[in-house]
C-alpha cells in the first residue's frame, strides 16, 4: 500500500508502525512517532496499524534555539 | 582554597542567588541553544564556555537512517546538562502538542519550550494558538516554557493556563536588535515580580544581555548571537560575565537617573584661588 512517511511517498507491506519502523531501519535509533498527526508512543507501535495513504512522521533529535 | 567560579555562576555561595524553575535550581542564568554552530565540536566548546545549565534542542525529519539524530542525543547526552526541548516552527496548536509529545519521549523530559508562530517574517508568536497549547500540555504534566510576547494580558493568560516561567521576546528571534521595547520589558517585571521571567529571542550582544538583567530577567536564552559570532567560545564567555554583570547590578541596585549634572566630588573645602584684595 501506499503510505507516506516524512513527507515522501512510500510503498510498504508493514501492517503497523513498529513493521514499518522495522523496515526502514530506524527501531534502534532514538526516534518518536506519529501517525496522522497523533503521537503513537514507542509502546504502542505494535498496536498502531497502518492503512492506506496514511501519513506517518518519524523524527529524531537535532540542534535547536 | 575557594574554587574560582566557573562562567555564568555567581560568586556567592551556591545557593543564595540560584534561579527556581518548576521546582528545581538553576545556577546558571544563561540558556544556550545548540543551532546554527559550524560544526558539532564548536557547539560543545561554546556550550562549556558558556556555564549554561540548560540547552535547547529540538525534533527533526530522520533522515533515513544516517545516525544524525543518534549522534546529536550522544553529544548533548554527553554535556550532562538540562535539556529544553522546543517546538520550533509549529504554525499550530496541534502540530506543537504532536511535538511536544514526541519531544517528552525522545529527551525524557516534561520540560518544552513552547512555540507556535503567527508569522515567517517577524516569527512572531501566535499568542491565541500558544495559551491554548499551553493549556493542554500544562494538563498533560508538562512544564511548559511558552515564547511569548511582552503583552501583560497574554502573560496573565498563560500563567491561568498552568505556566510557572515565561519567556516573553526582546526583538524577533534571529534579529539581534536588543531589547526593542524596554518598557513593556519592565511593565512586565513589575506586574509578575515573583514569576520567573527568561528573555528569550532578539539578544544580539552582551550589552543587551546585561540590559535586560538590570531591569530583574532572572535568565537569558540566547542562540543565534553566539552560534554566529567569529569565536563561539569566547562571545559565549563575554555573554555569561555580561548576564552575571547584569544580574549583580540589579541585586546590588542601580542608581536613579537624574536630568541634571551632580558633581560626585565634594564642594565642601574646595579651595579659592582668588587673587588677595591688593587693599
Same mark, same amino acid.
Given at each position: 500500500?501506499?503510505?507516506?512517511?516524512?513527507?515522501?511517498?512510500?510503498?510498504?507491506?508493514?501492517?503497523?508502525?513498529?513493521?514499518?519502523?522495522?523496515?526502514?531501519?530506524?527501531?534502534?535509533?532514538?526516534?518518536?512517532?506519529?501517525?496522522?498527526?497523533?503521537?503513537?508512543?514507542?509502546?504502542?507501535?505494535?498496536?498502531?496499524?497502518?492503512?492506506?495513504?496514511?501519513?506517518?512522521?518519524?523524527?529524531?533529535?537535532?540542534?535547536?534555539? | 582554597?575557594?574554587?574560582?567560579?566557573?562562567?555564568?555562576?555567581?560568586?556567592?555561595?551556591?545557593?543564595?542567588?540560584?534561579?527556581?524553575?518548576?521546582?528545581?535550581?538553576?545556577?546558571?542564568?544563561?540558556?544556550?541553544?545548540?543551532?546554527?554552530?559550524?560544526?558539532?565540536?564548536?557547539?560543545?566548546?561554546?556550550?562549556?564556555?558558556?556555564?549554561?545549565?540548560?540547552?535547547?534542542?529540538?525534533?527533526?525529519?530522520?533522515?533515513?537512517?544516517?545516525?544524525?539524530?543518534?549522534?546529536?542525543?550522544?553529544?548533548?547526552?554527553?554535556?550532562?546538562?538540562?535539556?529544553?526541548?522546543?517546538?520550533?516552527?509549529?504554525?499550530?496548536?496541534?502540530?506543537?502538542?504532536?511535538?511536544?509529545?514526541?519531544?517528552? &519521549?525522545?529527551? &525524557?523530559?516534561?520540560?518544552?519550550?513552547?512555540?507556535?508562530?503567527?508569522?515567517?517574517?517577524?516569527?512572531?508568536?501566535?499568542?491565541?494558538?500558544?495559551?491554548?497549547?499551553?493549556?493542554?500540555?500544562?494538563? &498533560?504534566?508538562?512544564?511548559?516554557?511558552?515564547? =511569548?510576547?511582552?503583552?501583560?494580558?497574554?502573560?496573565?493568560?498563560?500563567?491561568? !493556563?498552568? =505556566? &510557572?516561567?515565561?519567556?516573553?521576546?526582546?526583538?524577533?528571534?534571529?534579529?539581534?536588535?536588543?531589547?526593542?521595547?524596554?518598557?513593556?520589558?519592565?511593565?512586565?517585571?513589575?506586574?509578575?515580580?515573583?514569576?520567573?521571567?527568561?528573555?528569550? !529571542?532578539?539578544?544580539?550582544?552582551?550589552?543587551?544581555?546585561?540590559?535586560?538583567?538590570?531591569?530583574?530577567?532572572?535568565?537569558?536564552?540566547?542562540?543565534?548571537?553566539?552560534?554566529?559570532?567569529?569565536?563561539? !567560545?569566547?562571545?559565549?564567555?563575554?555573554?555569561?560575565?555580561?548576564?552575571?554583570?547584569?544580574?549583580?547590578?540589579?541585586? !546590588?541596585?542601580?542608581?536613579?537617573?537624574?536630568?541634571?549634572?551632580?558633581?560626585?566630588?565634594?564642594?565642601?573645602?574646595?579651595?579659592?584661588?582668588?587673587?588677595?584684595?591688593?587693599?
Amino acid at each position: 500500500m501506499k503510505i507516506k512517511v516524512n513527507g515522501e511517498l512510500k510503498l510498504t507491506a508493514a501492517k503497523n508502525l513498529e513493521e514499518l519502523c522495522r523496515e526502514l531501519g530506524v527501531t534502534e535509533a532514538r526516534i518518536a512517532t506519529a501517525r496522522n498527526g497523533e503521537f503513537v508512543p514507542a509502546a504502542a507501535r505494535a498496536k498502531a496499524g497502518i492503512a492506506e495513504g496514511d501519513a506517518i512522521e518519524i523524527l529524531s533529535p537535532r540542534q535547536g534555539g | 582554597m575557594t574554587a574560582m567560579p566557573r562562567s555564568g555562576e555567581l560568586p556567592l555561595p551556591q545557593d543564595e542567588d540560584a534561579l527556581e524553575l518548576y521546582g528545581e535550581s538553576v545556577h546558571s542564568r544563561m540558556l544556550l541553544g545548540t543551532a546554527l554552530y559550524s560544526s558539532p565540536e564548536i557547539m560543545r566548546m561554546a556550550v562549556e564556555a558558556s556555564g549554561a545549565g540548560i540547552v535547547t534542542v529540538s525534533l527533526r525529519r530522520e533522515s533515513g537512517g544516517d545516525g544524525s539524530g543518534q549522534r546529536f542525543w550522544d553529544l548533548v547526552r554527553n554535556l550532562g546538562l538540562r535539556l529544553l526541548p522546543n517546538t520550533a516552527g509549529c504554525h499550530t496548536v496541534k502540530e506543537a502538542v504532536t511535538t511536544a509529545q514526541m519531544a517528552r &519521549e525522545v529527551f &525524557e523530559t516534561d520540560w518544552v519550550k513552547l512555540e507556535v508562530i503567527a508569522n515567517d517574517d517577524t516569527l512572531q508568536p501566535d499568542v491565541f494558538g500558544l495559551v491554548e497549547a499551553a493549556r493542554i500540555l500544562s494538563g &498533560e504534566g508538562f512544564k511548559v516554557f511558552p515564547y =511569548c510576547t511582552d503583552d501583560l494580558s497574554v502573560a496573565e493568560r498563560l500563567l491561568t !493556563a498552568g =505556566c &510557572e516561567v515565561l519567556m516573553p521576546w526582546a526583538a524577533p528571534i534571529g534579529t539581534g536588535r536588543g531589547l526593542i521595547n524596554p518598557y513593556a520589558l519592565r511593565s512586565l517585571r513589575a506586574y509578575f515580580p515573583k514569576t520567573p521571567l527568561i528573555v528569550d !529571542a532578539g539578544i544580539g550582544a552582551p550589552s543587551h544581555a546585561a540590559g535586560a538583567m538590570e531591569l530583574g530577567f532572572d535568565a537569558i536564552l540566547l542562540n543565534t548571537a553566539v552560534a554566529k559570532a567569529k569565536d563561539p !567560545a569566547i562571545m559565549a564567555e563575554a555573554f555569561a560575565k555580561s548576564i552575571l554583570a547584569g544580574r549583580l547590578a540589579y541585586r !546590588a541596585g542601580l542608581m536613579p537617573q537624574r536630568d541634571m549634572a551632580s558633581p560626585s566630588t565634594p564642594l565642601a573645602g574646595l579651595a579659592s584661588f582668588d587673587m588677595p584684595d591688593a587693599s
